[in-house]
């Protein structure tokens, strides 16, 4: 899935969404009827080195969107979605697919599943204690020729922490909160199901980070696939994902290796540059193992020349102590601006570039 997060760093991709000239009219004072929906059409897609899904326009937004406000509860958006387009790519291929912001799921229906039993007949949280259902996001995918719906992938978020008998806040393991996450599945499938028949559906589950960590995203835990006249899971099939926080005691203590070379990555920093510079790396791992390092660096350079050997020479740094299948993204900003981006894919050539203002 480390490709959902390579696209989060690459450089000028995006998805350009353009709005027919039939949707709606913006001059004030129109009094014609109120017009059909236009039909859906694809939007341009910037060339890139990655593999994306195009869209259709006109842009219809995601009918769950900023519904946590609410609940306390933190998702990393960014994870959540880009990991949702990854695992989507395993059953609906982007040279057959369109992808649509979710439209099947409405708010009023996310709502109630969400609440607590005591709120409402169709929640499915328990009456006391934290909520272990936080967030249902539908993504959809259409035929590029027919441009109708022909499948939904659901990214159904989860907390871990629950109340016991005792009235006393505790945690699930990560195999309870996948058998916690079975359950849910199992009783918002049949409901999906009813409005959407013979729809294929890919549902993954999604733990959401600590409420007190502002740094360490979310991570998947699970994921399912749904035939298209199920209302189950026919096959549910483990993620072992983790991220850690360097430099922290929770990375050396798991990951004493990696937390060893970035260590000699910000040394060799801090001596060649010989000013305070702020370093911070997130990195991402299956299965155990590194496979992308985020590597934050914050500092005040006046120079671009400046700003240019230092990025050249932490890039330098970056191929020695790190393995070639890493993909790393180094962010060098000051308090108020980016100043450069180094990008080494895992895959390809690695390239750089410096910001002019």
């Known amino acids: 899935m480390h490709a959902a997060w390579k696209q989060a760093a690459a450089l000028g991709a995006v998805l350009l969404l353009t709005l027919t000239g039939t949707a709606c009219s913006f001059l004030p004072g129109k009094t014609k009827d109120t017009p059909q929906p236009a039909q859906p059409s694809i939007s341009p897609i910037v060339a890139a080195s990655e593999d994306y899904y195009a869209s259709v326009a006109p842009f219809q937004p995601n009918q769950t969107r900023g519904m946590l406000a609410n609940y306390g509860y933190r998702i990393d958006f960014s994870h959540l979605e880009?990991?949702?387009?990854?695992?989507?790519?395993?059953?609906?291929?982007?040279?057959?697919?369109?992808?649509?912001?979710?439209?099947?799921?409405?708010?009023?229906?996310?709502?109630?599943?969400?609440?607590?039993?005591?709120?409402?007949?169709?929640?499915?949280?328990?009456?006391?204690?934290?909520?272990?259902?936080?967030?249902?996001?539908?993504?959809?995918?259409?035929?590029?020729?027919?441009?109708?719906?022909?499948?939904?992938?659901?990214?159904?978020?989860?907390?871990?922490?629950?109340?016991?008998?005792?009235?006393?806040?505790?945690?699930?393991?990560?195999?309870?909160?996948?058998?916690?996450?079975?359950?849910?599945?199992?009783?918002?499938?049949?409901?999906?199901?009813?409005?959407?028949?013979?729809?294929?559906?890919?549902?993954?589950?999604?733990?959401?980070?600590?409420?007190?960590?502002?740094?360490?995203?979310?991570?998947?835990?699970?994921?399912?696939?749904?035939?298209?006249?199920?209302?189950?899971?026919?096959?549910?099939?483990?993620?072992?994902?983790?991220?850690?926080?360097?430099?922290?005691?929770?990375?050396?203590?798991?990951?004493?290796?990696?937390?060893?070379?970035?260590?000699?990555?910000?040394?060799?920093i801090q001596s060649y540059i010989g000013e305070y510079i702020g370093l911070t790396g997130l990195g991402r791992f299956s299965g155990g193992e590194l496979n992308e390092l985020t590597i934050t660096a914050t500092a005040e350079y006046d120079s671009r020349t400046v700003v240019l050997q230092f990025t050249q020479y932490a890039g330098g740094l970056i191929d020695q102590l790190f393995d070639k299948n890493v993909h790393v993204n180094l962010y060098v900003q000051s308090m108020n601006q980016p100043l450069a981006i180094y990008v080494r894919p895992a895959e390809g050539k690695p390239y750089m570039h410096i910001y002019r203002k």
């Open 82 to 268: 880009l990991g949702l387009t990854e695992i989507a790519r395993e059953t609906f291929a982007p040279d057959k697919y369109l992808f649509q912001e979710g439209q099947q799921l409405k708010r009023e229906q996310v709502n109630a599943w969400i609440s607590r039993k005591k709120q409402n007949p169709e929640a499915l949280n328990p009456e006391k204690g934290p909520r272990t259902l936080v967030h249902i996001l539908e993504h959809d995918y259409l035929e590029k020729d027919s441009r109708k719906l022909a499948g939904i992938v659901l990214g159904i978020s989860l907390s871990p922490l629950y109340q016991d008998t005792s009235g006393a806040e505790k945690s699930y393991s990560s195999e309870e909160l996948r058998t916690k996450g079975q359950q849910l599945a199992a009783q918002i499938l049949p409901k999906v199901r009813a409005n959407n028949p013979n729809i294929p559906m890919v549902v993954a589950l999604f733990q959401v980070p600590e409420k007190n960590s502002s740094l360490v995203p979310g991570h998947f835990i699970m994921s399912g696939t749904v035939g298209a006249t199920d209302s189950s899971v026919s096959k549910w099939v483990p993620i072992n994902e983790e991220y850690y926080l360097f430099p922290s005691d929770a990375a050396e203590k798991a990951q004493p290796q990696v937390s060893l070379q970035y260590d000699k990555l910000r040394k060799s």
